[in-house]
Structure formats: C-alpha cells, structure tokens
C-alpha cells in the first residue's frame, strides 16, 4: 500500500517539466529594500520582480547581480535573466516582488556587438 501510494506522488509530481526561460530587455529601474530583496523592473514583464536577496543564502552572488542591474540602469544596456519554470511559463506571466522565482543567471550584453 505504502508502495502504491508512494509510485502515484511520484508520478503526479513527474509531470511537471522544467526548461529554461530567457528574460531579455532592459531595465528601468532597480532598488534593494532592507530585507534585502533585490528588485529591478525589467521591460519584459513592466512590474518589479525580486532577483535575490543580499542577506539570503547566497550574498555575494546577489550583491554582484545587485551591481549589474544598477550598472545596466545607469549604462542603458540589455540584459537576460534565465529562470528554470514549468513548460507554458513565461517572461510575462513571472510572479512579482519576493513571490518571483530565483534566476539561475543574471546577464549584461555587451552594445558593441
């Protein structure tokens, strides 16, 4: 029974694909609250999404993603942010705030080329 009951929760949850999705655009504005949250509002989705947290489990990642989005706001440069979600999310539909999902890489595209 146990056996049975454990197969389903596994093939219930083995349903959901993740793939990666590109978020590319510019950013027009980014600002760390005390928390630490780190939160830009990007051209692809026109609402503030957290990227990370300075004070989380990962602070030196997050502070050098925190200067890359200032340096693309100040600069005016086109960045991607890639985020692992189900297959049928997208840039658009990205939850806002801390409710966002965590980018697995945070990029600057160099305009000269």
């Known amino acids: 029974m146990k056996r049975a009951i454990l197969t389903l929760a596994l093939l219930a949850t083995g349903n959901v694909v993740a793939q990666p999705i590109y978020c590319s655009g510019k950013i027009s504005s ?3 609250q005390s928390d630490g949250n780190v939160n830009i509002n990007g051209t692809w989705r026109n609402s503030w999404t957290s990227i990370c947290n300075t004070k989380g489990s990962d602070p030196i990642t997050c502070s050098l993603w925190a200067s890359y989005a200032a ?11 890639s985020y692992n979600l189900p297959a049928g999310s997208s840039c658009a539909s990205l939850e806002t705030y801390g409710n ?3 980018p697995t890489y945070f990029m600057i595209h160099n305009p000269s080329m």
Not at 71 to 81: D, E, G, I, P
């Open 30 to 32: 980014v600002y760390i």
């Open 71 to 81: 340096s693309a706001v100040q600069n005016n440069l086109k960045v991607t942010v």
């Open 100 to 102: 966002a999902p965590k």
